[in-house]
Each structure stands twice: as C-alpha cells, then as structure tokens.
C-alpha cells in the first residue's frame, strides 16, 4: 500500500528511528533518535497526572537540524492557538511557508505520493503546480460549517500541526478548555520541552502498542497551557484522547495528507476513515475535510491523524469456551518447549522461530500454536523430541496469519488454551537471529 511506501522513503531519508523504554529501563536500540518514555495508562482525569515523566526522554538534537524540520520549526511561531483572534500573514510569514514547502516538495516521500495522486488517482497534479496544491490543502484558510457551528479563518495546518483551544477568554487565567487537533510530535517534543505540555500518560481506552516495542504512534492523554505573546498563562486545555505518529518528518505528515485527501475525493474513505497498513501495524487514518455552508464537503483539509487498531496486548481470542489473552513476554521463557530463536527480518526467504524441548520427554505438538503480539495464529504439529530443535517457518501469504514485527515484537507459544513460554524482541537488523536462551 502506498502508506506502507511513503512510510519507507521516508525512514530512509528524513525520518527518525524511535525506542521505548523497556520493562527493565533500557532503550532498544539504544542509540535510537528518539527514546519514548510511555509509563502509566492515562486516567481520563484532568488533574490526575499518572506520568510523572515527560514522553520524550531524548530527541537527537541533529533531528530538528534537518532541512524539514527547521523549516517546520521557522513557520510555528507564526500561529496562535486562540480561535478567537483573526489569522494574518505578513511577507516574512508568506516566504516561511513558501520556503517550507518548496523543500517538501522536493523530498523522495513528496515526489512518489505525486505521482501516485497523478497516475493512480487521477488528478491532474503537476511538478509545476505541486507547491501552489499544497499551499491550497494545507495553508489556505477556509469557513468551517459543521454542525451550524461557523468557525472562520481555520486552516489544516494549524489544526493539525498547531492545534486550535476552545475556552472562555472572560475567565483569563483561571479559563479550562478543550483542545482539538495538535497531531505532530514535533510540536508536542517542543512545547514538552519548554514546560507547555503536561503528559498525563498513554490512553488505556484506545488499544496502543506493547511496550517491547518501538512505537510508530502514542495515544495519549495532555494538558496543553496555552501562553499569549507575552508568555502569561490564559488557558489550561485538556485533550482526553489525541494521537500522532512518531518519528515521522514534516514531508511525511504533508504528504500523506495529500494522498488522504485525493483518496477521500475518490470515495476511498468511509465514514472519514481508510484502514492501512504499516509493516506490522494496523491504523484507521482519519481524515477531515472542510465542510461548505451547503454541508457538502469543501476542498482542504480539516483534520488528520492515525488511530492504531493492532493491539499490543493482543485482542481477546475466542476459541470455544476459552479466552485467550497473552501476556507480557518479559514474563516467562520456561515451559518445557522454549523459544530459543527467530528471524523477523531475513535477508531472503521466510521468517522462522526455533523451538527446543528441554524437558526429558518427547512432546506431541498436535494442537499447539504459536502466536504474535495480535493474537495471529501460526498451529503446530508432529512431535519434538527431548533435547531436539524444530525450526517453524512464519507465513506471510497466511491471511490472518503469525507474522513477525521487524520493529520489536512477542512470541508467545500455547498449548491450546495453555500458555507455556513467551518471548520479547526489539528492532531487529536485516539478517540478524534474535536468541532467547543461552
């Protein structure tokens, strides 16, 4: 899928690789340019800060050094989160996002989704008019009619990489409000880091990624203190559930908002959603557009962001009577057939797992299954016998199927309903086995 593609262009130009801290508080890998520090599951509360920590723990400072990124950085301040004060450009501000989106247009991740949106799609998109479409869908700003609430002079930049409050301005300091949009983790790293954002911890209400992994995206719960020119506190703004991706550049965000927007016209979404996949992981990219006086669906963009629906604790698994739900895979490797090793990324040919019986006994494997983090099945048979090895071969043309995250992932093996051994990996190298005992 083209999201998968541009996600892969981008990694390898201007994206950045990400690790979470692990049950044991180390980082994997540990000279990742972005180190995550999830902690607790959020409460729903305003004031109940369950993350005592900030998110980020560490971004390489070379990060914001890249060419994307400082031009992001150069148009933020030209945005204030009131939605009361009437937005204006000035010269300097108009050649900032000119300048911002002239290098976006010229990045690989940019230049595939053109010609995806031209020759896919359909639309007649030039290299000649690509930046001025760009400046439409994302900077042009627009009258939003939704639900016979008029908000004037938006635009899905600002949603989307700002964010937009709503409070009362009559209670100045003491105002509580709400905050919507805010789906870049670059602005969120920037307030965090100057004491803007409060994390108040993951969102346990939305399914989010086992923390043996490295997130590729963070459900979350914040409060954001909005702060005038002059730096005086005029509003506290809670977001109960708000996401991004992580590591992503700024050509990415622009980019695939390019590609949801043309997918959108072509009736790809429904409801204002489009299941994607990522490698491993399964997202509902949400998109909005703006809405006419008429309520037909106008030609910017209105909001943006991925909602993760893989579970990394795994969905519930019915299989009659029984429940299956795995478990954490720090917690044991013991049972009397062990996984010994697994290659999640193979240079060529398919993914496998070794399993070893250390017991004293030869073990029918009828029955038995290996399992991914997602619950997905890989069933096994035949017999093992003591002190012997099998290697399982992981199909991926299964549908439904096992499959092995090269970004970090769970093994988890049963005997029907029986958990017998579990085991955790993060990012893995092309060609490397990951061993799990001695």
């Given at each position: 899928m083209i999201y998968e593609e541009l996600w892969d262009l981008d990694q390898a130009h201007e994206g950045c690789h990400v690790a979470a801290r692990t049950a044991e508080s180390t980082w994997i890998p540990e000279d990742a340019d972005i180190k995550l520090d999830l902690q607790g599951c959020a409460s729903g509360k305003r004031h109940v800060d369950l993350a005592?920590?900030?998110?980020?723990?560490?971004?390489?400072?070379?990060?914001?050094?890249?060419?994307?990124?400082?031009?992001?950085?150069?148009?933020?301040?030209?945005?204030?989160?009131?939605?009361?004060?009437?937005?204006?450009?000035?010269?300097?501000?108009?050649?900032?996002?000119?300048?911002?989106?002239?290098?976006?247009?010229?990045?690989?991740?940019?230049?595939?989704?053109?010609?995806?949106?031209?020759?896919?799609?359909?639309?007649?998109?030039?290299?000649?008019?690509?930046?001025?479409?760009?400046?439409?869908?994302?900077?042009?700003?627009?009258?939003?009619?939704?639900?016979?609430?008029?908000?004037?002079?938006?635009?899905?930049?600002?949603?989307?990489?700002v964010g937009e409050g709503r409070y009362d301005p009559r209670r100045g300091i003491e105002a509580l409000g709400e905050l919507s949009g805010y789906h870049s983790w670059v602005k969120f790293y920037l307030d965090e880091s100057h004491r803007r954002v409060n994390y108040l911890g993951y969102q346990c209400g939305v399914r989010h990624l086992d923390h043996h992994s490295a997130p590729s995206s963070v459900t979350l719960q914040m409060l954001l203190y909005y702060t005038d020119l002059s730096g005086t506190v005029r509003a506290e703004l809670f977001k109960r559930i708000g996401g991004f991706f992580i590591g992503t550049s700024p050509a990415f965000d622009i980019a695939i908002g390019a590609v949801a927007f043309h997918e959108s016209v072509a009736g790809l979404f429904e409801d204002n959603r489009r299941r994607i996949r990522i490698h491993d992981e399964t997202y509902d990219l949400v998109l909005y557009r703006d809405v006419r006086e008429d309520g037909s669906l106008g030609d910017h963009i209105r909001s943006l962001y991925p909602v993760f629906v893989g579970d990394g604790r795994a969905d519930a698994l019915e299989e009659g009577p029984a429940v299956i739900r795995p478990v954490r895979a720090a917690l044991r490797n013991e049972g009397p057939v062990v996984i010994e090793e697994a290659m999640?990324?193979?240079?060529?040919?398919?993914?496998?797992?070794?399993?070893?019986?250390?017991?004293?006994?030869?073990?029918?494997?009828?029955?038995?299954?290996?399992?991914?983090?997602?619950?997905?099945?890989?069933?096994?048979?035949?017999?093992?016998?003591?002190?012997?090895?099998?290697?399982?071969?992981?199909?991926?043309?299964?549908?439904?199927?096992?499959?092995?995250?090269?970004?970090?992932?769970?093994?988890?093996?049963?005997?029907?309903?029986?958990?017998?051994?579990?085991?955790?990996?993060g990012p893995t190298r092309r060609g490397e086995a990951v061993r799990f005992r001695p």
């Amino acid at each position: 899928m083209i999201y998968e593609e541009l996600w892969d262009l981008d990694q390898a130009h201007e994206g950045c690789h990400v690790a979470a801290r692990t049950a044991e508080s180390t980082w994997i890998p540990e000279d990742a340019d972005i180190k995550l520090d999830l902690q607790g599951c959020a409460s729903g509360k305003r004031h109940v800060d369950l993350a005592t920590r900030p998110l980020f723990a560490y971004v390489d400072p070379a990060v914001l050094r890249r060419p994307t990124y400082a031009a992001l950085l150069a148009l933020l301040d030209n945005y204030i989160l009131d939605p009361y004060a009437p937005e204006s450009e000035s010269p300097e501000e108009e050649r900032e996002i000119h300048d911002f989106l002239r290098i976006v247009a010229r990045t690989p991740v940019m230049q595939r989704a053109l010609v995806y949106i031209r020759e896919e799609l359909g639309h007649a998109l030039s290299e000649a008019n690509l930046q001025e479409h760009l400046r439409d869908l994302w900077f042009q700003t627009y009258t939003n009619h939704y639900n016979r609430r008029i908000l004037e002079d938006a635009s899905a930049f600002e949603h989307v990489f700002v964010g937009e409050g709503r409070y009362d301005p009559r209670r100045g300091i003491e105002a509580l409000g709400e905050l919507s949009g805010y789906h870049s983790w670059v602005k969120f790293y920037l307030d965090e880091s100057h004491r803007r954002v409060n994390y108040l911890g993951y969102q346990c209400g939305v399914r989010h990624l086992d923390h043996h992994s490295a997130p590729s995206s963070v459900t979350l719960q914040m409060l954001l203190y909005y702060t005038d020119l002059s730096g005086t506190v005029r509003a506290e703004l809670f977001k109960r559930i708000g996401g991004f991706f992580i590591g992503t550049s700024p050509a990415f965000d622009i980019a695939i908002g390019a590609v949801a927007f043309h997918e959108s016209v072509a009736g790809l979404f429904e409801d204002n959603r489009r299941r994607i996949r990522i490698h491993d992981e399964t997202y509902d990219l949400v998109l909005y557009r703006d809405v006419r006086e008429d309520g037909s669906l106008g030609d910017h963009i209105r909001s943006l962001y991925p909602v993760f629906v893989g579970d990394g604790r795994a969905d519930a698994l019915e299989e009659g009577p029984a429940v299956i739900r795995p478990v954490r895979a720090a917690l044991r490797n013991e049972g009397p057939v062990v996984i010994e090793e697994a290659m999640p990324n193979p240079d060529s040919g398919k993914e496998w797992i070794r399993l070893r019986n250390v017991s004293a006994e030869a073990i029918d494997l009828s029955g038995w299954t290996l399992r991914d983090r997602m619950a997905r099945p890989a069933p096994l048979g035949g017999t093992i016998g003591a002190g012997e090895d099998i290697e399982i071969e992981v199909r991926r043309d299964v549908e439904g199927g096992m499959a092995l995250g090269n970004r970090g992932g769970t093994i988890l093996l049963y005997d029907r309903n029986t958990l017998v051994s579990a085991a955790s990996y993060g990012p893995t190298r092309r060609g490397e086995a990951v061993r799990f005992r001695p």
